[in-house]
């Protein structure tokens, strides 16, 4: 069996709730049968038992699913990036449980299609017992102006969770899913920033004023104060060119902040 790691542990214990609170159908035990397999191949030994109604040999593979699920977790394990997200960001035990649940449901096909099919109000009842929390404390931190949110850890387009009863689509950005799924062994700001190495034209290409440029590079050179600009315009209209020209002219390295854009082709 393979050394089960920090998401495996969390999966089976989500699992094992859900057991304790789900119907017990064909589609059900095929999600538990197919992530207990893919946990440890040789769980069910040489042939999974396959579903029937039958009472009596549906309680014997049920409890057989419970016994594999607890062998999983009978020691605690640690995620460096999920208490490096709670020191950082400040975040208490429910958004760090929510980061945890969602990190799952963005990369576990299986799961993600049996609990995004379930009812609005279901949804929100299981992730609330996964968090222990109250459902409205769980809607409330869903929210796009929840602290998760607000952090930049959360999203509200692309692959994300959708519960329109109450207006909700929250997920996790590509960058924290990417950190979450290397366990902390390298530094958060690696998974936000990008250093550039893109070919820079030279600052006399762009048919912009003079006294722009002579403007920009004196505030970009100042000692008095952390520099800034805000450059705006509709995309394409080069300003992340421009960008890179002042940097390289000013013998600054250029980093980009990574976020996710839908077709993810640009910093």
Known sequence: MKT???????????????????P???????????????????????????????????????????????????????????????????LDGVDAKIIDFFYLYQTNNSLGLFYGSSPDWEMVARLGRFVGASDTDVLNRLQHRGKLALCGIAISEGHVLRIPRWGIAFGLSGQVIAYLGNGGDQPLISFLLELDDHPVLRL??????????????????TTKAKPYLLLYGKPGTGKMEFSRALCAELGYKAYFIKHDRGNGDRP
């Open 204 to 221: 006399d290409s762009f048919d912009i004023p003079e006294i722009t440029k002579r403007s920009a590079l004196a505030s970009l050179s």
């Open 4 to 22: 089960i790691d920090y998401y495996d542990h969390i999966l089976s214990r989500m699992l094992l709730d859900w057991i304790d609170n789900t």
């Open 24 to 90: 017990w159908t064909e589609a059900f035990y095929a999600l538990l049968s197919y992530n207990i397999i893919a946990i440890a191949p040789d769980s069910f030994g040489v042939d999974k038992p396959a579903f029937t109604k039958d009472a009596e040999t549906s309680n014997a593979t049920k409890e057989s699913c419970i016994a594999i699920l607890k062998s999983f977790i009978t020691t605690e394990l640690e995620n460096k990036a999920i208490a490096e997200l709670k020191l950082h960001f400040n």
